[in-house]
């Protein structure tokens, strides 16, 4: 008998052990667990995900990362799938997994790394790519808006009509959880940034993008930032996109593309409360 029923304080430890065998790094799967736990979800949605149970065994894990985003005044939920894995002998059931998720209404659902085997999965359920490349930019290049000033966010800022709350409350979130969090403030007015710094290899250090208003607003202070970034040895910024970023230095590949299902409130600059971020994979 296969149920698919939400995951329990009480089935932590299987779900580890699940993703585990699955994956492999128990070290990092007890810390995403863990930074589940400490989380509050929004009412009505799952604190750490959904499992397929075979008789008290557990087979599948889908893990969901949700969050309350207010927008326009109004609470907006967005939940990031992640960690999805079926034992072989049972992956005819994946897709209750999913189809259990998304039936909660009035909720935005992404994926940012979903694995290739997925892809028809989430396609037939309704969700569509909202970035199908990336972009490896060298933004120091680019040329500086006159008087432009970038700073680290800092517990007491204050919110106003250029930088509200929610805005500042997602940046000092981002802070925490190890994330880049910058005010770029140019004629009087503060634009929000969220890096993830990533080392790949020995020498190689990229920022990816996680959170800026749109795309053209980092094209905008695209070189003050860049410089900001090279002189703590980020030269290169990756963005979510869905071709060349005009004005920007760089180079676009596809081929790994991001999903969506529900509003528009995930865009290719804008993978905030994501499993990179939550998870810590920087």
Known sequence: MIQCREIRADDIDAVVALLTYG????????????????RQAPPGLPQYGYVLDN??????????????????????????????????AYR??????????????????????????????????????????????????????????????????????????????LLLHHKAYGCLSLICESDGQRHPFVFGLEQRRRYLHIANLIYCRNTAEFVRFAGPIGRFLARRGYLFVEIQSNGPIAGLIGRYSDGRPKYRKGGDQIHPGDVAYSERVVFGYW
């Open 23 to 38: 994956f492999g790094r128990q070290a990092f799967w007890d810390r995403a667990l863990a930074r589940l736990q400490q």
């Open 92 to 169: 005819s059931y994946a897709a209750l997994l999913a189809q259990r998720a998304t039936r909660h209404k009035n909720v935005t659902f992404f994926n940012v790394t979903p694995a290739p085997n997925t892809w028809p999965i989430l396609e037939a359920q309704g969700f569509r790519p909202f970035a199908i490349g990336r972009v490896l930019a060298v933004p120091w290049l680019n040329r500086s808006p006159f008087a432009t000033r970038i700073e680290e966010i800092m517990p007491g800022t204050q919110a106003d009509r250029d930088l509200d709350q929610i805005e500042i409350d």
């Open 55 to 88: 008789d008290g065994r557990l087979v599948g894990v889908l893990l969901l990362i949700c969050t309350d985003v207010p927008s326009n005044g109004a609470s907006h939920f967005r939940c990031n799938m992640s960690s999805w894995y079926v034992m072989p």
